[in-house]
Structures are given as C-alpha cells and as structure tokens.
C-alpha cells in the first residue's frame, strides 16, 4: 500500500509538472503565430475625389472624405452609403489628420484657408439594441487659419495647445501657435515665427512637425536633404540640425513619420526602407539610422498604424509588405495589383483600406508584431536612444510608447540575486551544518538544529519587509561596518580557538562542542563595537563616509535597495535549506567510518575532509542546488527589497529586475491576452526552463558523485 502511494504521488508530482509546462507553452504559442493578410471585398464606385479615407475603431464604417467638402460614411462590410454630410462649401484642396489625434482633421480649401473638423460616432443603446451615430463636426466655430497660398502645411494638436506651420512659396516656413483653444471657441490672434529660407538655390520641400510639436521636420524632396527645427519655444525657433537621408548608392525618394513622429521611414530608389530616429548626438539632437528594410522593388507608398510602430510599405510591383520596426521584421506580403492612389489603416490595425481602380478592404492578423528573437534576446536600437541596447520597459503614460521587452535585464538580474544570495548562504550554511553534525554536543545540536530549521518557515513576505524597510537602511548608514564583520568576525572565531588550546585539558574538555556558545558572546561584542563605531572606522580607512567615498572617488553609484541588502535577506531564507539537508548528509555519514578513520590516527579535521565531506557530497551539493533553485524563483524578497529596475549592472550596491519579481509587479496590470500578457508567461516558461536545467545538472553530478564515493 505504501509503495502504490508513493508510486501515485510520483505520478501525480510528474502530472502536475507536464501540465503547468503545458499551460505556459498553451498561452505563449499565439504570441509566435505569423501575421498574415487576407483580401476581404472589392468595390467600385467613384473614389476619383477622395482625398482622405479613415474608418471607425471597431471598424463598423469608413469615412471618404471628398474634395467637394463632404464626407460619406460607408458600411465598412458592404460599403453602401450610411450617411453623407457637408463640412464646408468651399471646395478642399487637400485632407489631413491633425497630428496626434484620429479623429481630427484639417482641410485646405480653395480659399487658402485650413478649416478644422473631427468625425464622430457615438454609441447608443435602445433597450439592447447597439447602434451607431456618425456625424462630423466643424471646430473652433468655423474659424480658420489663412495662409499664404501654402505649398505644404501640417498641424499639431495637444490638449489647449495648437500648432500650424505652413511652407511659403519663397521657401520660408511661418508657424503659429494658438493657445488656450477649445473646440466650441474661435481661435484667437495667435503668435507668430518664420523659419529662414534654406540657402540661396529654391529647393521643393516637405514639412512636418514632430513629436509634441517640439520639432519641425524639413526634407528635400529630391535630394534627401533636411533640417531640422527646434520650435519648442516659438519665441526662439531655431535649425537645430542639417544633414541628408541619401547615402551614395542609394537615392531618396520619400518619408513617412512612424507613431509618434520620433522617427521616420525613408525609402530610396533601391527597394531600401531605412529608418531614422530623433536622438542625441555629437551636437545636440539629431537624426541616427538605427535599422534598414530591403525589398526588391523600390517602395512606392508606406502607412503606419495609428497605435503601433508598424507599418505597411507597397512597392512598385503593387507587394504591400507588413512590418514592423521595434522587432525589425517584415512580417509578412501580399499583391495588391497595383499602388493604390490612398491607404490607411484602421485604428486598431486588424483592417486596411485602400483606394486605387477599385476600394478594397483586407483583413489584417497581426496580433503580436513586437515578437522576435532579437528582440527578447539581442540588443535593440530603440527610438531616442544613442545605441543598441538591452533595455525592458513594458508601459508608458506615452501613447507614442515603444514597448521594450528585451527578457536579458530580467534574465541577468535572476542570476546576480541569485549569486549574491550563494555567496552569502553557501558558507554559513555548510559550515554551519559541518560544525552542528560534527562537533556540536549532542544537547546544543537537538536546540540548534530544529531551530535553524524553522527559519524556512519564515514568511518570506517578512522577510522583504524587514530587508526593504530596516535592514537596507542600516546597510546603507554602516556600510564600512557591513564589509568590516566579515574579516573581523572569523578572526574572533580564530582567536577564541586559540584561546581555547591555551586551557588545562580538564577545563577544555568540560566544554568540549559547546564552544560554539562560549564564541557568540565574544562575536556580539565585537559586531556591536564594530558598528557603533562605523564613523570613526570610516574615516579612517576612508576620510568620509563610505557612501560618498564610493560615488565621489569609485565613481560607484549607490542604491539604497541593491544586491547586498538582497544577499542578506535572501541568504537568511536560503541558509535553512542548505543547513538542513547538508547536515543531514554529513550526520548520515556511517559511523564505523569515522571511528575506523580516528583509530587509524587520523585527526577529527583529517576525517572530516578526507571521509565525512567527500560521502556526504552528493548530499551537500543536492542542498547547494536546491538553495539555488530557491534562490532562482524567489519573488516576495526580491519584489520589496530591491527597486527592481531592469538594469544590467554587476555592481553590488545596484538593484535589479528578476523573473519572478517582474511576473509579480506587472501580471495585475497586464492585458488578458495581449503581447505584455502573453510574454510574461514567457518568463515564466524561461524560469520553470531554467530551474528544471538547474535540478537536472544537479542530479547529474548527485548521481556520479554518490557513484564515485558510495562505495567509501
């Protein structure tokens, strides 16, 4: 019976392993399904006025608006006329969104003036019924900016702020800026800024502004030339850079701003796509090529999603190639007949909408676009950022947000609490088990042994709250004191033996394994002197305090929650683990081995080395891995004790960022099945990976060395 039941606890443990393995790959599988786009519907009818096509967020209508100053809304499945309704009767020039904003536009009328409107569609409910009122509306009470017979324009909208620059026919760019706006007021007399001509030799140029309308994108639309202009301050608008996107093999066709407008799409006249993003530089602030794109025939067209940093590029042959920047794939192609005259995607991305000969609609399934291998595992050049870099940083109040979820910050801050846990607990742990089994007193071990024991029942949630809350603050206020014990305290041990050979034989003998006892008197009171006074100590050896000597003359930066406080704390969670099984397997070891090695005249030094260490290693060394695999998973200590900050620093007074930790601090916020979710649970399969290769390997060398030494 007791066999059957252990069998069926074996069974079941294996059961319960495989199917928790299987719900982590169950959940992380989709994340790795390829994007694809299927063709929908084709329609025709007369799109020859279109000038801008957008459709609804959950894609229940498009929007075509038209030169004549209307805007029908479509059904977005049969693509029958819903409602038609006019914006102005001047005729429209040209359409624009209005830049961050979706539902914003802005028109260019016959009359040179930029007219303001957005495209609503409130929900209503009549019983259980849904449906959908669309409508647009004009802005700012129809009032409108004039400019100057404008050969480009563009205009950003934020909050009560907004942002108009136009390009004059003479080369100079005019920027206003207009504030405290509301939608149901006209504008009022805005301020006024001119951007100097570029050189003497008139150029045909684009503008656009940039991100927060803190910069103004100026590009030549022949040679690939730029600048760019600093209009954080439209009383000190400035050329901020100069430079070009055209390199000498390849010659610069078009750009195309990403999500957010920090960087920008370049293709060349060689099917290249490059990309270029807003960063530091040698001078200030500039454009950096960060990543490229090659495909066969030279791009035409590119769109980028509204909320992500895709993009769609249709090449001459008429291929629109899905992308992505962040992961630097081209996800996946398909023929679209021909280069369609308008293209846009839908808010959410799941849909595209193009206009050429005809009006198609596809179906879009590209769920998961952030996912690569580079991208959890190699280094990234991320948008603003002055190199490649493993950096993880799921959210952001941004909308224009790049999520970065390199897993190497995570995976590298595992291993250094980890190996600072080890290095404090493995000592004191086996010493400690050496000293109980071997010579501790049979009265002292029945007290110590139980209670070291029940330190594993700690909470380790007790734990991190007194490391992160008490202890970090004393480490951080005796730091001189913390590094000096561990010299000070064995060398007390050593004295105190000394001492102790210096006794009579039949005072020694009375106190034979309980000298352990007559020490911790002697190490409390040296500990308590040492840190009492951790000033003195300090500027001795230092001049200043610890703290300042490591960050003024080091150049060491310090946290106050680093991987010492984490050592501790987490050491003092895994040092019952390793004691007690290492103990076990050293108090295991067969008598009539040690007597036979102490008759043979060996000392009880001699035996313990050369027979109790060498039977008892497989024990100890299952302890020290399964300490490990402790160490590995831990999540409470870690989650409190540290700042847990992704950083990638093997400096002991920094924090960091591990597994267990991350899945704890961002699983609540996480979306169910979105990217983040999805890889979440991926770090979570790396670490249940990781700890399984850990318990392998260990029971792999358990194995030979209980081979080799079994037979002692």
């Known amino acids: 019976m007791t066999r059957g039941v252990v069998a069926a606890g074996g069974v079941a443990v294996i059961c319960a392993i495989a199917l928790i393995m299987g719900y982590l790959v169950w959940v992380v599988v989709p994340m790795l399904m390829p994007a694809s786009i299927q063709h929908l519907q084709s329609n025709a009818f007369d799109v020859e006025d279109v000038l801008n096509v957008s459709s609804h967020d959950t894609f229940e209508s498009i929007e075509f608006i038209r030169s004549n100053g209307t805007v029908e809304f479509r059904d977005s499945e049969s693509l029958e006329v819903l409602k038609q309704t006019e914006i102005s009767p001047d005729p429209f020039l ?5 830049f961050p904003n979706e539902d914003m536009f802005v028109a260019l009328t016959d009359k040179q003036e930029l007219l303001f409107f957005s495209l609503t569609h409130r929900v209503r409910f009549d019983g259980d019924v849904r449906s959908v009122e669309n409508d647009s509306e004009v802005l700012f009470e129809g009032s409108t900016v004039a400019l100057e017979d404008s050969e480009d324009y563009d205009v950003y909208r934020e909050d009560t702020r907004l942002l108009v620059a136009s390009l004059l026919p003479n080369g100079e760019i005019k920027v206003f800026e207009f504030d405290d706006i509301d939608n149901n007021f006209e504008l009022e007399d805005p301020r006024e800024a001119t951007v100097s001509t570029w050189g003497e030799t008139p150029r045909e140029t684009e503008i656009l502004l940039g991100p927060r309308g803190r910069w103004l994108y100026q590009f030549d639309s022949s040679t690939g030339e730029y600048r760019l202009v600093n209009t954080a301050s439209i009383r000190r608008v400035r050329v901020e850079a100069e430079g070009s996107f055209s390199s000498n093999r390849n010659r610069f066709a078009h750009v195309t701003p990403v999500l957010g407008r920090y960087s920008l799409l370049v293709a060349d006249d060689s099917g290249g796509l490059r990309h270029w993003s807003l960063g530091p530089s040698a001078n200030g602030t500039d454009f950096q090529l960060i990543r490229e794109f090659s495909y066969r025939s030279p791009i035409k067209k590119v769109i980028t999603e509204n909320r992500r940093k895709g993009f769609l590029a249709v ?3 008429g291929t629109g190639h899905l992308g992505y920047t962040t992961s630097s794939r081209t996800l996946t192609s398909i023929s679209m007949g021909n280069v369609p005259r308008l293209i846009a995607f839908s808010p959410r991305a799941d849909r595209l909408v193009s206009v050429g000969e005809t009006t198609d609609v596809y179906k879009v399934s590209n769920k998961h676009p952030e996912v690569s291998w580079g991208a959890f595992w190699g280094r990234v050049w991320f948008e603003g950022y002055g190199e490649p870099e493993h950096t993880w940083q799921s959210s952001s109040a941004d909308t224009d947000f790049e999520p970065k979820f ?35 007193s049979p009265a002292m071990r029945r007290w110590i042994k139980p209670g070291i ?8 949630v007790i734990l991190g709250f007194l490391a992160g809350l008490w202890l970090a603050p004393i480490v951080e206020s005796h730091l001189t004191s913390v590094f000096l014990v561990v010299f000070v305290l064995p060398i007390g041990v050593l004295i105190c033996a000394f001492l102790t050979t210096l006794l009579p034989n039949r005072v020694s003998g009375r106190f034979d394994g309980w000298f352990a006892a007559l020490s911790v008197p002697i190490l409390v009171v040296l500990a308590y002197f040492i840190f009492a006074n951790d000033a003195a100590i300090s500027h001795f050896f230092f001049g200043m305090d610890a703290k300042t000597w490591l960050y003024e003359e080091a150049g060491v930066d310090y946290d106050q929650r680093n991987a010492l406080v984490i050592g501790i704390a987490m050491g003092l969670a895994v040092i019952p683990v390793i004691f007690s099984i290492s103990e076990d397997a050293i108090y295991g070891v067969p008598q009539h081995l040690v007597r036979g090695s102490l008759a043979l005249g ?4 001699q035996t313990l080395v050369r027979v109790v260490l060498l039977t008892a290693s497989p024990g100890i060394f299952s302890a020290v891995m399964i300490g490990l695999g402790r160490a590995v998973g831990e999540t409470m200590i870690v989650l409190m004790a540290t700042g847990n900050t992704p950083i990638m620093d093997v400096n002991i007074f920094e924090g960091m960022r591990t597994f267990a930790a991350n899945i704890a601090v961002e699983m609540p916020e996480s979306e169910v099945g979105s990217t983040h979710f999805r890889i979440l649970f991926l770090t979570a399969f790396v670490l249940f990976v990781l700890t399984f290769a850990l318990n392998t390997i260990a029971e792999v060398v358990r194995q030979k060395l209980r081979k080799r030494y079994g037979n002692l």
């Open 94 to 98: 040209s359409v624009k969104h209005v």
């Open 602 to 605: 060996a000392t009880r030094w």
């Open 315 to 317: 090449d001459q042959a």
């Open 453 to 460: 024991e029940i330190m594993a029942a700690l909470p380790t």
């Open 406 to 440: 390199s897993l190497v910050p995570l995976l590298f801050g595992t291993i250094k609490a980890a190996f600072y846990t080890m290095l404090f607990a493995t000592p004191l742990a086996i010493m400690g088990a050496i000293y109980t089994a071997m010579f501790m």
